[in-house]
């Protein structure tokens, strides 16, 4: 997929750049955008305030997928946006390594915001009537089951490490090999799945 970047901000074009190296395209006129097709767009939040919603809608309809980053952001913007359509949502700023992971995981279809949004989100989630967790869990091996409980509270890789008294590296290879056997794509689908 191409990488289109907009922004009514010269310093956060720069910024985004540099994070992605030549992988991408810098589009001065946002009319240009709803051409576009199959493209990952990053656009910064004030370039499209007050209209997100009608130029998340324009840019979807041609299969693009769309990372909002925002100068100060905010959990009830990055839960608004999600809702809109946006695939991922951060801080305009955030070190270039996040900006990779970002474009890695919209790449593959998933949703991307940061780890503490991503946690507030499971958090907020209703714990459903026990969707018979033994019989969604049996796949996993034990330790596997252990992790999968924990990331479903809402605990990230780093958090789960602790508890488990394992590294971060290893709570990152359980969680793949849990998304794959429980079919999800993330954290928040196995949080869903699982509540």
Not at 134 to 139: C, I, N, Q, V
């Amino acid at each position: 997929m191409n990488i289109a970047l907009y922004s009514d901000d010269v310093n956060l074009l720069s910024h985004w750049e540099k994070s992605l190296g030549k992988n991408c395209e810098i589009f001065e006129d946002i009319e240009i955008l709803f051409a576009l097709k199959n493209t990952i767009i990053i656009i910064n939040y004030s370039a499209c305030i007050g209209g997100c919603e009608s130029v998340l809608k324009r840019l979807n309809v041609n299969l693009n997928r769309v990372l909002i980053l925002h100068r100060t952001p905010s959990f009830e913007v990055a839960k608004e946006l999600l809702k809109m359509g946006a695939f991922g949502y951060g801080n305009a700023l955030m070190n270039s390594h996040f900006v990779v992971s970002a474009i890695n995981a919209i790449k593959e279809g998933m949703v991307w915001l940061y780890p503490e949004y991503t946690s507030q989100l499971i958090l907020g989630l209703d714990e459903s009537d026990n969707k018979n967790k033994e019989t969604l869990l049996s796949p996993l091996s034990p330790r596997e089951r252990d992790t999968a409980l924990l990331l479903k509270d809402g605990l990230t890789y780093n958090e789960v490490a602790q508890r488990l008294d394992i590294t971060p590296r290893t709570v990152k290879a359980h969680a793949q090999k849990i998304y794959t056997k429980l079919q999800v794509k993330d954290r928040l689908a196995l949080a869903l799945l699982l509540k």
